[in-house]
């Protein structure tokens, strides 16, 4: 095996992804993710010098909406789901210490 | 004759006919559903009130004349990441208990436009993230010819819903095999569309660039005119494509005289079942009986198109599912303390095993340092995989293959090793990668008994050809449709 | 000798566009609106929903880089930044950060007398993030997404500034430039311009930049020249002390006058940027830039010259009129009407400002109309209402725009050009004022003021002072 991810690697990612693991599930997601790249690393066989990145595989652009209000107050449907509400705002615990 | 035992066509067919009734037909499908679901797990959630409902208003519509299209009466199962106002739609995860949506996806409305009528959502792996159902919050669903294996995936639910009765058809979405494997593995019919034919709008994305809907069918006929009504071009959804043609039925002409097909060596290799080789060639003789050119040809990269996909996917995954956070919609931990410990307890207890490693992977490929090393050399590959296919098209107008590497593997043996798991996609990645259509054909059963899918490829926007080539295989052989025997019958 | 330090100032400004819609869906970017009324599966963050791109807010944005001198790129991309806030909905904000729309541009600013170059590096689009209200009662924090994927855009400048009248006057001509184009209304207070100040503080005449912070939550003017002080001394304190800068963002406490460092574990300024696959790239064709070109508004100099010859205007006026474009507009629409652009001018120039800084308001905030101004000088000069009528008529104008032809009706406060009403009135004044009629008659030319007064008096202001003083001059022949 060629890469080695550390446990620091696997905490900084998991703050990105917003990811808590256990003990246990990072050993495993450790195993997981160094077997992932080295098979991805198999790219690195493939010449790509001089080849454009690809995002869109059809040359499709420009598609706009003209600037026209087509949506009303849609309030209650939007916080039908929450899973806690105050009023007419979504709660969530406090962002300012 | 039992009426479960119809196509679509035929029973929409009959309802117009008033040879039968939409209540005879959605009431026979829940029987069914009913009797079988104990052993199958098709659904997530079976919609029979609702789907009552819409049978008289429905009916009322075709008697009014109102209705008059070939599906319209005809009972629908459509895969749970598809959005239906205020019906549960939960991706198979935890982390969206509860949630039902405010709008209705763009290609489920097109259905009602039809007349179809919703009987419920189908299970799939956790946000389509795996290839054997097994990865759904709910329970694995199992393949309805031999209930000891799996039914494949993502769209297993909904490939095991046509294959055991439990509805006339189905849609299921397709980013990295999706419909193809499971409509191998279970003996339907299922295509995935050109890139940008059926609108995303309301599909709940797990890889943006390459997630299309499509249809899963009992045959090529049924497969044809669902495509016809769930494709169009939808002004929300920016990747959505203005098509020259939508009549893919007047594609469904026995004859493939002179028509090119190329089967790459490259499909064929090490790796491949003996039983499934032979059938696909077995399948390639049968069309060359019938007067197409068949040969086998070096279609290259098809090694790199996996590594360059779960790059590309889990990457985009990652993102599309940051939204999944407790705080507008579905799942939130019961106890934490403060924001981002909310966050994070939110996302590890509502997300299953498979989604956080994709999750991770996806983050770390885009993460500081290593984006033009993993993600834009993926993008790169991706650019040479989709050269490599405009060069075979210049050739043939069919490429043709397996659809998957084996038959369906028997329950609890895939999850175990993820890397043998995603090995299993390798004959379908590569045209989500290019965003070409590609077709599920049933092509007979291997030793075990196990349906075996034939795959045809078509260059961007010819599904015509596809289903051109499938339905003069499907004339020559005779429709493989076959009901899963015993199933339903101990219950 | 102590040691000289000067500052290095470059400026993140972000912009509202004045859009009527949200920039990736139909729902309307009113200010104001109840919490969570402007919102849709779409800038909320629903799962299956997707955006689409708003036409406009690229053709302001490109309107904002012509004229602040950038080259516009002609296929331009749109990213994801990736971080959690819930503000947030999607937890990632569409912005662009491989291909903006708009690089390497200046403005001119002067400042001090010297004139100077302020560049650009960029200018992007983006979506702007909902609205987080602290509840004190709960401790908790509650979203309105109202706000949530307004257009905006975010310019770039590079780090040309060194005082903090620079950075105003640089921000002044960005607004007067943006404003002048009607690509947004520039309100610092309601937060439709917003910047972000990345200073650092190197020995004077040293080569190398020192390490520079980030600072957030400026509102005013004000805010903005009091955070660059702050900054400045903080950090040439620590570098007296030997201490090292950290590069960091800060938020500044304006009623604090201090700002404080917004580092968390969990907040990794990581943001996995990558092509958002949900929007195709905008392709913008050579007629495109030069249809916006075309269409764009006359911009200030252009005006003012404009003024000066068509109008002949003096300059110093052409100046204050056309430093805002809402006055500007004004002006021009009521000289349209009522065709006396002096007249107009008198009104913007004395009335107007004095009541703008007596209500501490920006010429933005006037809320007349120029019909009605047209109509104000239309009787003025007609000498329907007398000058002093017509400046309380015009406070009236100026608070509740209201129409001064009915409102003179109404309030009776038409100067009464009525000769024999007038001369009955005189005839009194004279009759009951016997002093000052001798002192005037007696050679002292000045008590015909008085009864000029005494008449007016009596006529409760309505008439016109110099057709009373004629009309008594001639009684007292």
Redesign the interface.
Known sequence: MKHKISDETID?VG??A?LELSAEEKEKAKIDMEKMLDYIDTLNELDTEGIEPM??VFP????????????G???EE??ANAPLR???????????A | MDILSFTALELGKMIKEKRASVLDAVKAVIERAKAVEQEINSYVTLDEEGALKQAEEVQRLIDSGTLTGPLAGVPVAVKD???IEGQL?T?SSKI?SG?K???T?EAVLNLKKAGAVIIGKTNMDEFAMGSTTETSYYGPTKNPHNTAHVPGGSSGGSCAAVAAQECYYSLGSDTGGSIRQPSAFCGVVGLKPTYGTVS??????Y???LDQIGPVAKDVSDCAAILEAIASHD?????SVKRKDYDFTSALTDNVKGLKIGIPRDYLGEGLDEDIRRAIRKAAEVLEERGAVVEEFDLSLVQYAIPAYYVIAS??A??NL????G???GYRTPDYEG??NM?KKTRSEGFGAEVKRRIMLG?FV???GY?DAY?LKALRTKALIKQAFDRAFEKYDVILGPAAPSTAPELGKSLTDPMKMYLGDIYTVAVNLAGLPGMSVPAGKDSKGLPIGMQLIGNSFQEKTLIRTAYTYECATNKQYVVPANIGEGV | MARQYEMVIGLEVHVELA???KIF????TEFGG????????VC???????????????EYAMAIGLAANCNITQ?C?FD?K?Y???DN????QISQLYMPIARDGYVEIESGGVKKKVRIHEMHMEEDAGK????EW????????NRSGVPLVEIVSEPDMGSAEEVISYLEKLRMIIQYLGASDCKLQEGSMRADVNLSVREAGSETLGTRTEMKNLNSFKAIARAIEAERERQIELLEEGKPVIQETRRWDDNKESSYAMR???D?Q?Y????E???????ISDEWITQIKSRQPELRSEKLERYKKEFDIPQYDAEILTESKKMADIFEASTAICGKPKKVSNWLMVETLRLLKENSMEPEDIQFSPENLAKLVDLAEAGTINSSVAKEVFEKIFSQDIDPEKYVEENGLKTVNDESALKAVIEKVIAENPKSVEDYKGGKEKAIGFLVGQSMKAMKGKADPGMVNQMLKEALK
């Not at chain 3, 869906?25 to 309307?28: F, P």
């Open positions: 900084y703050i990105l917003k995002s869109h499709v652009n420009n598609v706009f909406r003209e600037d026209i209000v087509t949506n107050d849609k309030k939007i916080l105050k009023e007419d705002r979504f709660e969530v615990p406090k962002t300012i | 990441n598809l959005c739609t991706c969206l949630f949506p405010i709008y996806a995303r709008y309301g599909l709940i994305a890889g943006s660039s002004t929300k959804d920016s990747t990457a985009e990652s993102s940051e939204r999944f956070d705080v507008k919609y924001l981002h966050y983050s885009l993460s500081s984006y993600y | 859009t009527k819609t869906c139909g729902c309307s109840a919490p969570n009324t402007h919102t849709c599966p909320t963050g629903m799962p299956g929903s997707l955006p689409v791109l708003n036409k406009q807010v690229v296929t991309k994801r990736n959690f806030y819930p909905p999607q937890n990632y987080l209200v602290h509840d709960d401790d908790t924090t509650l979203v309105d997404y968390s574990k969990e990794a990581d996995r940027y990558f092509p696959p949900d929007l195709v790239p905008i392709v």
